[in-house]
């Protein structure tokens, strides 16, 4: 293994962190009397190359981790239960033209459909309602059932799983969102959702905690 070679003010960020920590950026940079935008690179390097570990509202300790593996660690550790949102669900008896009017007024790009048991039987895309309305003036006549992704050809995630594994599933699928699901034994009940605009935000917010 490689390492990387600190210059004099890292090492001394790091000396600092290592007895004291956790401490804020504040501290240290009240230490070294510097502003605290000046020493923000040498964290953010230390931080990244895994010397450092940060949290948000406690500050900055020393991780003992090799470099990297910290946010490795943090990224694994995210779970779908912490990053899902509200899902947007329809009885499958609804009309193509109530769907329509349900996925815009919510903003969404997929609507999950339950049966009278309130389990998931099938899904609604954007390209699913947009197909079903070319050339077609009755849409307040045909049943979503009729036209949705059914059982068991949907792609499916739980709350204890992975971000990590959620985003592969989308990305082999190519589609933009996965119910969230619990299943009870007598069908899968829809107790979440989670979208790409989901994943990102997590990821995103990894970044800020490591301060990359």
Do not use: W
Request: net charge negative; with cysteine; proline share 4%.
């Amino acid at each position: 293994m490689t390492y990387m070679e600190l210059n004099k003010r890292q090492t001394e960020i790091f000396e600092i962190v290592k007895a004291d920590g956790p401490i804020t950026g504040e501290q240290i940079a009240e230490r070294l009397k510097l502003a605290r935008a000046t020493i923000r690179p040498d964290l953010a390097i230390l931080t990244m190359a895994g010397f450092l570990d940060a949290r948000p509202r406690v500050g900055y300790f020393y991780s003992g981790k090799r470099p990297a593996q910290s946010v490795a660690d943090s990224m694994t550790g995210m779970r779908v239960r912490d990053f899902q949102s509200i899902p947007v669900v329809v009885e499958e008896n609804i009309s193509v033209y109530d769907a329509i009017c349900q996925m815009f007024l919510e903003d969404v790009g997929t609507l999950f459909v339950v049966d009278q048991s309130s389990f998931l039987t099938g899904v609604l895309s954007r390209k699913d309602l947009l197909r079903t309305s070319l050339g077609n003036n009755e849409l307040e006549k045909i049943p979503v059932h009729v036209i949705m992704t059914r059982m068991p050809n949907i792609t499916y995630c739980e709350k204890q799983d992975t971000l990590l594994h959620a985003a592969k599933k989308m990305i082999d699928k190519q589609i933009d969102s996965l119910p969230v699901v619990i299943d009870n034994g007598g069908g899968l009940e829809v107790v979440g959702r989670v979208t790409k605009t989901n994943i990102t935000a997590a990821f995103l917010s990894l970044a800020d905690d490591h301060e990359l």
